[in-house]
């Protein structure tokens, strides 16, 4: 494999990647809040139809973006009232969501623009498009660097960088803020947190919005960047490969931004089996490529890849008094 | 909180949230600009106003029994099973292994070694992460989530590179020999007075209700039931009283594992024929909503089967007939399983809350 090829995958890594990392930090703040969240590809979905519909008829792709958050924190606001206002089950909840989404998804972009579900594809300014870094051409004849910086750094849509920089908003939030402490003190023990005066419900609530936009920019970013427009099902099973990097990072953002490149960078592979058979020497089936995130996730959760322990509230409702 | 009687918890706590679920549906068509009754008309219908509706509307029903049960068992071991799928599609690889490597002489022995094999697959596709979870503490739900996925591209794998016959296009196995053909309802003695068109409802059918009784059986009147019950109810409970957590973890998941097996034998043996890419199509999710709507009993699973085999049927009818696309089912599904499953408590309160309403009315 040249330089050239390599220069391509990682590209399509950073590009694939990215909404992995929107929807696996939308889980983090969810799940150390003490709220399972496994509607996240639900969400996405619905950010993705929203986005990409009122980005076409409007035309412009802010628009769109809003429209992808409203949606997402609709769904979000479902999943709140359910298990933290009536307590109810989160895991199902989450099944129930995502099931939402895949039919309602459909079943509007269908009424709106009747093309079997999926919206119009978009160009021009309905669409995030490319922005070129400063110098990224002057740069470019600086060996090995400079076509790093200009093909794989350079030349992404603004929610790829927008994903990254909430990396470090996101520890920074969760490590050196007030809040941040309060909201994984919720996660752990959430009597503590009661007891010193704070709301539960009103962390858990908060947490639950903030996991609803991030994973409204992700499925914005799908519809208006990624792609053109929104196609049926198209976050494919995004928000569960997210979920396994999240388990993967144990629960920490840095360690997430590694899993969802990590992540991304095999779908990029399962993208040019022919690079993998002339690397490996063996023809690798496609199909095991794309098992592979799921696979490498089972192996972490077994705990042969180093344990991972979740937020230890994780999962139960918190009732008041008893 | 209050307690309701047995009666209402047992059949007015899932049928206020069938009528929230239907309510909603019917706010959605309405919203994309159809008429909800028009939509109600189609499918009863198309589902339950003739001999041949009922044909498929009882073929949905015969899966969705399997993997009703399947969750059903899980649950009362305190195990969320969303492998269904997964397990649905490995048994549907036993159904046709089972029928293309040997040649049966009559279909009902191809029925009983294809009903093994089916069932022996699922189990083992379920036992992995039932092994993991009580021998490593993996959850037990993320796990049967990612055996769902690489069991789609492992079947994604044999179809296109191992099973498909040589010259064939699409991904797909060899038709099944017609020897091992399961008669349909309307070729049964008896049913065929009913049944006088070809229907894909099939013998598979009997299988599924005797499964339906083998987990009444199982559950409520075995010690194994009751060690699973109690393991469900109460982790600690179980293991002061000598029932081993990790046995009861494998035990109900393999049983389960089977039972998302089974359902194979109905839509691969006896409807295609041959093993497809995504044979099970979403049946094994549905079994979650089957499960929850039926109170995880089996009476309660076979007649959220037939609801169930119904909003299938009916939904094929409105995507035919009506401009509603066929994905209004998934949403139907999706509600359900929101308010039976999520949002049952708030659906306890409402109840609870009229019951005290009628009370003081008596007082007074």
Not at chain 1, 182 to 194: H, K, Q, S
Not at chain 1, 280 to 301: N, R
């Amino acid at each position: 494999m040249d330089y050239g090829t390599l220069l391509q995958i990682l590209d399509s890594t950073l590009r694939l990647g990215t909404p992995l990392l929107f929807a696996c930090l939308a889980g983090l703040f969810s799940e150390r809040a003490g709220i399972f969240d496994i509607g996240l590809e639900g969400k996405m979905l619905m950010a993705a139809m929203c986005s990409g519909a009122v980005a076409f008829l409007t035309g412009s792709v802010w628009l769109g973006l809003l429209a992808g958050l409203a949606g997402s924190l609709v769904f979000a606001g479902l999943h709140g009232v359910a298990s933290i206002t009536f307590r109810g089950n989160q895991l199902i909840s989450g099944v129930a969501l995502n099931f939402l989404a895949s039919g309602i998804t459909v079943l509007v972009a269908q009424r709106l623009f009747g093309q079997g579900g999926r919206t119009p594809p978009l160009d021009g300014a309905a669409r995030f498009n490319e922005i070129t870094l400063p110098f990224a051409e002057t740069l470019r004849p600086v060996p090995v660097l400079g076509p790093l910086y200009a093909d794989v750094i350079s030349g992404h849509a603004l929610l790829v960088y927008v994903a990254i920089l909430c990396v470090p908003l996101t520890w920074w939030v969760l490590y050196r803020t007030r809040f941040g402490l309060r909201l994984r003190a919720v996660g752990e023990n959430p009597a503590a947190v009661d007891t010193a005066g704070v709301s539960v419900k009103g962390l858990r609530f908060a947490a639950v919005g903030i996991t609803g936009l991030l994973c409204g920019l992700a499925g914005a970013y799908m519809a208006t960047a990624l792609q053109a427009g929104f196609g049926r099902e198209m976050t494919a099973g995004r928000g569960y490969i997210a979920l396994a990097a999240l388990i993967f990072a144990k629960w920490r953002p840095w360690q997430a931004l590694g899993a969802c490149m990590l992540f991304g960078f095999f779908q990029a592979l399962a993208l040019r089996p022919d690079v993998v058979t002339a690397v490996v020497q063996v023809k690798i089936p496609v199909p095991f490529l794309d098992a592979l995130p799921y696979i490498l996730t089972v192996l972490v959760l077994a705990g042969f890849v180093g344990k991972a322990i979740p937020p230890r509230a994780g999962g139960e409702p918190y009732v008041k008094e008893r | 909180m209050d307690r309701l009687p047995k009666w209402a918890d047992v059949v007015l706590v899932p049928l206020v949230s069938l009528i929230f679920a239907a309510a909603i549906s019917a706010i959605v068509i309405k919203a994309i600009g159809q008429s909800p009754s028009e939509a109600l008309k189609v499918m009863v219908e198309g589902s339950l106003m003739s001999a041949y509706g009922w044909g498929y509307t009882l073929y949905y029903t015969t899966s969705f029994i399997f993997t009703g049960l399947a969750v059903t068992i899980a649950f009362h071991a305190g195990m969320f099973n969303i492998g269904g799928e997964g397990q649905a599609q490995l048994g549907g690889l036993g159904v046709a292994l089972a029928c293309l490597l040997i040649p049966w002489p009559h279909w009902s022995v191809a029925l009983l070694a294809a009903s093994l094999s089916a069932a022996a697959f699922g189990a083992v596709w379920a036992a992995v992460p039932a092994y993991l979870a009580a021998r490593r503490g993996s959850h037990i739900v993320i796990t049967t989530i990612m055996f769902n996925y690489i069991a789609a591209a492992l079947i994604v794998y044999l179809l296109v590179d191992v099973l498909r016959p040589a010259g064939q296009m699409d991904p797909a196995t060899a038709r099944f020999p017609k020897t091992v053909s399961l008669p349909t309802l309307n070729q049964i003695p008896g049913f065929d007075l009913f049944f006088q068109k070809e229907v894909p409802a099939n013998v598979t059918l009997f299988i599924a209700l005797a499964a339906a009784w083998a987990v009444w059986l199982i559950l409520w009147r075995t010690r194994l039931g009751y060690q699973l019950r109690a393991f469900g109810k109460s982790e600690p409970a179980a293991r002061y009283a000598g029932i081993n957590p990790a046995k009861m973890i494998m035990i109900s998941m393999t049983i389960s594992g089977a039972l998302a097996g089974l359902m194979s034998v109905n839509n691969v043996m006896g409807e295609a024929e041959r093993l497809l890419q995504n044979s099970s199509e979403g049946a094994g999710f549905i079994g979650i909503a089957v499960a929850l709507m039926g109170r995880n009993h089996p009476v309660g699973v076979v007649l959220a089967a037939v609801l169930f085999g119904f909003l299938y049927q009916g939904g094929a009818e409105l995507g035919l007939w009506t401009a509603i696309p066929i994905e209004l089912r998934i949403v139907v599904q999706g509600l359900v399983i929101l308010f039976t499953g999520a949002l049952d408590v708030m659906v306890r309160m409402l109840l609870v809350w009229l019951f005290s309403f009628g009370r003081k009315r008596q007082v007074a």
